[in-house]
């Protein structure tokens, strides 16, 4: 038995600037339940144009007649403003001629329009009639003469908001303790974004991304968002690079393996995840199939041979080519995929190894002689130093630029002198110069105030002791003997003649031959005799 109690104006007009659609009405109106009650409370009954809400939790019917809430005061609920009520009463009413009514325990309030007089303008003022009724339990909506679209949106209904039961939300791909949860979702090529447990956008990617810890920024932006409109394609940009940005790398696996499909085209969700972090751990790179390659960017044409290097990544994207393997934008390297000019890098690196190989040496016996005469005289005025290098490791090579990069590959401390073999034919002062300098090194680097102080201490002990200068000659005898040798042996090496034992190869040897020389070295070879 319904009793009128009163008619109340709730000083709110039809000239009250929020604009909202059917989804966002529908939205706000299953706010209010969702905020006071467990979801799996909550029930929605759709008749014909009309939409029924109910659920346990008993609302203040008193805030209702003057549409405003307190809900700003608990950030546990997603209506920060508390006006979400109003604005879904006055948009229903006003775009779509509905009626709304809302039951509280014995308490009936029902909405309706009046027209009214404001500055010589006419206008609608939102009255509320409340009636006292038969007790119910709980809270519930009613909302009649909906059109098909509203009808839509109640029916989404609770899958507007984030909750386990959503039946959006397919298998869980990673919960970390950020508050962040990613699933694959239930509905074919579409995803979602929920921040604060509100639904913010829609995406064409079949995941939901879920972010419930407050992100400063965000809120900054959404902060006088009365309209849930500002969570544009800026603020979801903020939100999600600020999300990707607390994952772990171990957490990526799940995540880009539901979306492997959209990795040859891409997507900017997936350029943000790429680019959250200055860099992804490298195991990562164990995420994807050998067939799949990141697109080259332009850095291998600052590397010291350009030329070699741009041949280089030509011929691996060949070889991609030729085995159809999937090229993916260039930020999937970020997440460990693999690159063309990666790969040249490494054979790049193969190739010079295998240069140093070819063209360095251990001493030969007269070259090994000619070390320890110059050895025992610096044992004569440093023998800390001399112990030092008593049992060092050299090797020879064949120029300075084989002996750069061999010492670029030395760990540091380790007792290993490279010497281009012209160091063995040097006048006995300069080779004494040279292996000096040499040992030096373990004072400091080149230009280092330590290892120029080193230097000039040895020098001044040659000079001052003249015992040893008496010796000078002794040893530059003795260095001068083993000169003549290793010349000697040179000569006899070099007599070799390899034009004849090239005569004599057969096709298949020949072939062989070429096969085996590094593709960059032959390349020059081939262009020097204008072969190519």
């Not at 009649?144 to 939300?169: D, M, Q």
């Not at 990617?205 to 409109?229: G, M, Q």
């Not at 290098?389 to 084989?402: H, L, S």
Request: aromatic residues 12%; proline residues 3%.
């Amino acid at each position: 038995m319904e009793k009128l109690i009163e008619t109340i104006d709730t000083k709110t007009t039809d000239a009250w600037g929020a604009e909202w659609d059917e989804m966002e009405t529908a939205r706000d109106f299953i706010q209010n339940f969702f905020d006071a009650n467990d979801a799996d409370k909550i029930k929605i009954e759709i008749y014909g144009k009309t939409v029924k809400i109910s659920a346990p939790a008993e609302f203040d019917y008193r805030s209702l007649i003057y549409l405003w809430s307190d809900k700003g005061d608990d950030p546990e609920k997603i209506g920060q403003y508390g006006e979400g009520f109003k604005v879904s009463v006055l948009n229903a009413m006003r775009n779509w001629d509905c009626g709304v009514e809302v039951y509280v325990k014995n308490h009936m309030l029902e909405y309706y329009f009046e027209n009214i007089d404001i500055a010589s303008k006419g206008a609608r003022a939102i009255m509320c009639k409340l009636y006292e009724i038969e007790a119910i339990h709980g809270s519930r909506l009613v909302v009649s003469n909906c059109t098909k679209r509203l009808i839509e949106a109640f029916e989404f209904g609770l899958k507007h908001f984030y909750h386990e039961k959503n039946p959006l939300l397919g298998e869980k791909l990673l919960a970390n303790d950020n508050q962040i949860t990613i699933y694959k979702s239930t509905v074919e090529g579409t995803g979602y974004v929920f921040y604060k447990k509100l639904m913010r956008k829609v995406i064409p990617l079949p995941i939901v991304i879920v972010s419930n810890k407050e992100i400063s920024y965000v809120e900054k932006k959404i902060k006088h968002d009365r309209d849930r409109k500002a969570f544009g394609d800026d603020v979801l940009n903020l939100c999600l690079k600020h999300t990707f940005a607390k994952l772990y790398t171990r957490e990526l696996k799940p995540v880009l393996l539901a979306l492997e499909k959209f990795w040859p085209e891409g997507h900017p969700i997936l350029n943000t995840m790429a680019n959250s972090h200055k860099y992804w751990n490298r195991s990562s790179a164990n995420i994807f199939p050998e067939n799949y390659y990141a697109a080259p960017s332009e850095s291998y044409r600052w590397h010291e041979d350009t030329i070699a290097m741009e041949e280089l990544v030509k011929e691996v994207l060949d070889e991609y080519r030729q085995k159809n393997h999937i090229r993916c934008p260039r930020y999937f390297s970020l997440f460990g995929m693999k690159t063309p000019e990666e790969e040249a890098s490494e054979r790049m690196k193969k190739r010079r190894e295998a240069i140093n190989r070819i063209y360095s040496r251990d001493m030969s016996r007269h070259e090994s002689q000619g070390i320890f005469v110059l050895a025992d005289f610096i044992k004569m005025i440093a023998p800390d130093i001399f112990s030092r290098f008593a049992n060092a490791k050299y090797t020879v090579g064949e120029n300075d630029e084989i002996i750069g990069a061999l010492k670029e590959k030395r760990s540091s401390g380790q007792n290993h002198i490279f010497l281009n073999k012209n160091f063995f034919v040097f006048p006995f002062n300069e080779a004494l110069a040279v292996l000096l300098h040499e040992w030096a090194h373990i004072y400091g680097s080149d230009g280092s105030r330590s290892f120029s102080d080193a230097l000039t201490h040895f020098i001044s002990l040659i000079l001052k002791n003249e015992a040893v200068v008496k010796k000078l000659k002794k040893y530059e005898g003795e260095w001068d003997n083993i000169v003549a040798k290793v010349k000697e042996e040179r000569e006899e090496s070099e007599g070799f003649n390899v034009n004849d034992v090239v005569k004599n190869l057969t096709h298949e040897q020949l072939v062989g031959v070429l096969n085996s020389i590094p593709q960059d070295e032959l390349y020059k070879l081939l262009d020097r005799y204008k072969l190519i």
